[in-house]
């Protein structure tokens, strides 16, 4: 089945299984939507208030996959991606702060504009990991673009391919592979450092790290982060040292 006329729907609309294209859903009628199953295509919903008339749309049991659908400048915080596959579309300058895309799937989707304390996971993560379907073991993360995003305690964790999407070009950015060998080293060159306030501050930057991307092998990371609790030089500091160790 095809609507391309949700939006004048009103009241409850359920929908099992179908398609839904070219949806202006800034206009919709509805009370509240409620898909299973569905796929979303060259929807609009850049200037969609995303209250709980939508959130149902992203967390479906049966996943629900966005296909060329447009969610620029859309305030997202409130809404949790969970299951939700996203191809081709546009966040630019959307509001996703505080999203843990634990289960969620991008593909060639584009960012720009400030983001801020989001995970995005290669692998499903956490207490829903199991309860969606169609199961999964893999999260699919791939040629995603981010060179137009100011990226602000962002991280790609667990098996992310940081290689297959495009990052910000200049120095406030470091891309490392090999980070846990980096690691081991870089604490041996930290623990000989003579101050003894930069060397602790150093070592519990080391931990977090370490902590963060126990299950990421290669990592995009912003050089200094402005709410770290390490001191900016010592942010930069230890990306150097990590930087050549190998």
């Not at 898909?35 to 609009?44: L, W, Y």
């Not at 969610?71 to 991606?81: E, K, N, Q, T, Y």
């Not at 070009?169 to 080293?185: A, F, K, N, P």
């Not at 060159?189 to 299950?215: C, H, N, P, T, V």
Request: proline share 4%; glycine share 6%; with cysteine.
């Amino acid at each position: 089945m095809t609507v391309t006329s949700a939006a004048s729907i009103s009241g409850l609309v359920l929908l099992e299984r179908a398609t839904v294209a070219d949806v202006d859903f800034s206009r919709a009628a509805f009370e509240t939507v409620a898909p299973s199953g569905c796929v979303f295509e060259r929807c609009d919903f850049r200037t969609a208030k995303l209250d709980r008339r939508l959130h149902p749309l992203f967390k479906a049991r049966r996943r629900n996959v966005f296909r060329d659908c447009r969610f620029d400048g859309a305030d997202l915080r409130s809404i949790d991606p969970a299951a939700s596959r996203f191809e081709r579309c546009s966040f630019a300058d959307a509001r996703i702060d505080g999203w843990h895309a634990a289960t969620a799937e991008f593909v060639e989707c584009r960012f720009s504009g400030r983001i801020e304390h989001v995970r995005f996971y290669g692998r499903p993560w956490g207490p829903h990991a199991a309860s969606f379907e169609p199961k999964r073991a893999v999260n699919e993360f791939r040629g995603n673009d981010f060179s137009a995003a100011e990226l602000l305690d962002v991280a790609f964790l667990m098996g992310i391919d940081v290689g297959d999407q495009r990052w910000p070009e200049g120095d406030d950015y470091v891309r490392l592979d090999r980070i846990h060998q980096r690691l081991t080293r870089g604490r041996s060159e930290i623990l000989k450092w003579k101050d003894l306030e930069s060397r602790s501050e150093a070592l519990e930057m080391l931990g977090a790290l370490s902590f963060l991307y126990m299950q990421q092998n290669d990592v995009v990371a912003r050089r200094v982060e402005p709410l770290a609790a390490a001191h900016p030089e010592i942010q930069q500091r230890v990306w150097a040292t990590l930087s050549r160790t190998l």
